[in-house]
């Protein structure tokens, strides 16, 4: 392949919208990094990113924000701020700008600099086939090529004339395919015997506040069942007071251990996993956990989200081990319609909104607790997910930004 005209010394603009995305960016820089030693980045960056060198113009929380109600109470600050971005980045002029996930603020930045001529990738596509469709257009004005972590997506993006390539999920490359559960039991202080649930209630204000309660009294209930299960919770530091508080509120306290980070450790250790949808339900499929999926929001923003649905799922397990022909709504065939079809196959259990009650929440976690051998089948369904998804993601997108330059 054609070397990229820019030498060693070239720059990136960046911004990843939340903690996920800080993770996903800094797997992406070492990538880039790998090929052009000295490029430099900058933008809205997490700890992630700033350890590969990345400079913080703007912290990645001020980004992390999700529900119709939040955004709007946030919203004329986040326009300030995605203004005084793009006009830094049209000054800086970048080579390239990568808006990594958080499509709400980044494609009409991305739309922005590609029109005065900085080339755009995004990366993470949209998720235009579970919930607003009409992000496509979007999307298809803003990137010059789109970075896809799931298989499925590039050839439904070249429908839509969008160039787009699989890149594999960088988790799938991080995650161990046999994770070593006595060490991280060791790790964290756990008997090589107890059982572990691992609560993970979320990485966002709006989602700890709504499920990490529900969480914890959950955990009371799971307690009352089998008294000898622990439970650790792992927390991200901007958040750590509000799930510690949780915890202590609950009649488990004592069962309860929370953790300032460490939600891999926590994931390796445990026997089942409660969690928020999102990519924590991704990383416990990698880590071949069972797991319950909830999630819980302001009534508004879940009757606006809901009408937008247009898959029965809304947890990543349940959506990549679903049949192909299911992940698209068939032509003529009304959306919320397709979404709410009854006999959609579910392969962990999901609790939305007010079914996310504590009791369904402690029932759910039990039937997996005492199911060792429907728990076992669900290990080797995720394990061949595992190798699905496992792909070099780094020298993937290195290889699709290097013939972006070369095209």
Same mark, same amino acid.
């Not at 800086?92 to 990568?98: C, G, K, N, V």
């Not at 949209?126 to 972590?149: G, I, T, Y």
């Given at each position: 392949?054609?070397?990229?005209?820019?030498?060693?010394?070239?720059?990136?603009?960046?911004?990843?919208?939340?903690?996920?995305?800080?993770?996903?960016?800094?797997?992406?820089?070492?990538?880039?990094?790998?090929?052009?030693?000295?490029?430099?980045?900058?933008?809205?960056?997490?700890?992630?990113?700033?350890?590969?060198?990345?400079?913080?113009?703007?912290?990645?929380?001020?980004?992390?924000?999700?529900?119709?109600?939040?955004?709007?109470?946030?919203?004329?600050?986040?326009?300030?701020?995605?203004?005084?971005?793009?006009?830094?980045?049209?000054?800086?002029?970048?080579?390239?700008?990568?808006?990594?996930?958080?499509?709400?603020?980044?494609?009409?930045?991305?739309?922005?600099?590609?029109?005065?001529?900085?080339?755009?990738?995004?990366?993470?596509?949209?998720?235009?086939?579970?919930?607003?469709?009409?992000?496509?257009?979007?999307?298809?004005?803003?990137?010059?090529?789109?970075?896809?972590?799931?298989?499925?997506?590039?050839?439904?993006?070249?429908?839509?004339?969008?160039?787009?390539?699989?890149?594999?999920?960088?988790?799938?490359?991080?995650?161990?395919?046999?994770?070593?559960?006595?060490?991280?039991?060791?790790?964290?202080?756990?008997?090589?015997?107890?059982?572990?649930? *691992? /609560? %993970? !209630?979320?990485?966002? #204000? $709006?989602?700890? &506040?709504?499920? +990490?309660?529900?969480?914890? @009294?959950?955990? =009371?209930?799971?307690?009352?069942?089998?008294?000898?299960?622990?439970?650790?919770?792992?927390?991200?530091? *901007? /958040? %750590? !007071?509000?799930?510690? #508080? $949780?915890?202590? &509120?609950?009649? +488990?306290?004592?069962?309860? @251990?929370?953790? =300032?980070?460490?939600?891999?450790?926590?994931?390796?250790?445990?026997?089942?996993?409660?969690?928020?949808?999102?990519?924590?339900?991704?990383?416990? #499929?990698?880590?071949?956990?069972?797991?319950?999926?909830?999630?819980?929001?302001?009534?508004?923003?879940?009757?606006?989200?809901?009408?937008?649905?247009?898959?029965?799922?809304?947890?990543?397990?349940?959506?990549?081990?679903?049949?192909?022909?299911?992940?698209?709504?068939?032509?003529?065939?009304?959306?919320?319609?397709?979404?709410?079809?009854?006999?959609?196959?579910?392969?962990?259990?999901?609790?939305?909104?007010?079914?996310?009650?504590?009791?369904?929440?402690?029932?759910?976690?039990?039937?997996?607790?005492?199911?060792?051998?429907?728990?076992?089948?669900?290990?080797?369904?995720?394990?061949?997910?595992?190798?699905?998804?496992?792909?070099?993601?780094?020298?993937?997108?290195?290889?699709?930004?290097?013939?972006?330059?070369?095209?």
């Amino acid at each position: 392949m054609a070397q990229v005209p820019l030498g060693d010394m070239w720059q990136i603009g960046m911004v990843a919208g939340e903690a996920s995305g800080d993770l996903l960016a800094a797997l992406l820089l070492d990538g880039l990094r790998a090929r052009w030693p000295g490029l430099r980045a900058a933008g809205v960056a997490g700890a992630h990113m700033a350890r590969r060198g990345c400079e913080a113009w703007w912290p990645v929380e001020r980004l992390s924000v999700r529900g119709y109600a939040e955004v709007l109470a946030r919203l004329p600050g986040l326009l300030r701020m995605r203004r005084a971005l793009g006009n830094r980045l049209l000054a800086m002029r970048p080579d390239l700008f990568i808006g990594v996930d958080a499509p709400d603020f980044n494609l009409a930045l991305e739309a922005r600099l590609r029109a005065r001529g900085i080339k755009t990738v995004h990366f993470v596509s949209p998720s235009f086939w579970a919930w607003r469709p009409e992000k496509l257009e979007r999307l298809k004005a803003a990137a010059n090529h789109v970075l896809c972590v799931f298989p499925f997506e590039p050839a439904l993006l070249a429908e839509r004339g969008i160039a787009a390539t699989y890149v594999g999920h960088p988790l799938a490359q991080v995650i161990p395919m046999h994770p070593d559960r006595a060490r991280a039991r060791a790790a964290l202080g756990l008997a090589p015997e107890q059982t572990v649930v *691992a /609560l %993970l !209630p979320g990485s966002r #204000a $709006a989602e700890v &506040a709504h499920l +990490a309660p529900r969480f914890m @009294r959950a955990a =009371a209930l799971i307690g009352q069942a089998h008294p000898a299960v622990r439970f650790v919770a792992p927390a991200i530091p *901007a /958040l %750590l !007071p509000e799930v510690q #508080a $949780a915890a202590q &509120a609950s009649r +488990a306290a004592s069962a309860i @251990r929370v953790l =300032a980070g460490q939600s891999h450790l926590a994931l390796a250790a445990c026997d089942v996993a409660l969690l928020a949808s999102g990519t924590a339900t991704l990383e416990a #499929a990698l880590f071949k956990r069972p797991m319950v999926i909830a999630y819980a929001m302001p009534p508004l923003s879940y009757v606006l989200m809901r009408r937008k649905r247009q898959l029965p799922w809304v947890g990543l397990p349940n959506i990549l081990c679903a049949p192909a022909e299911r992940l698209i709504c068939p032509p003529g065939v009304d959306a919320r319609a397709f979404a709410d079809t009854p006999d959609a196959p579910f392969v962990v259990p999901e609790l939305i909104q007010d079914a996310a009650t504590p009791a369904a929440l402690a029932a759910a976690t039990l039937h997996w607790l005492d199911a060792p051998q429907k728990a076992a089948a669900l290990r080797e369904r995720f394990a061949a997910l595992h190798l699905q998804l496992r792909r070099d993601t780094a020298q993937l997108a290195a290889d699709a930004i290097e013939t972006l330059f070369t095209r």
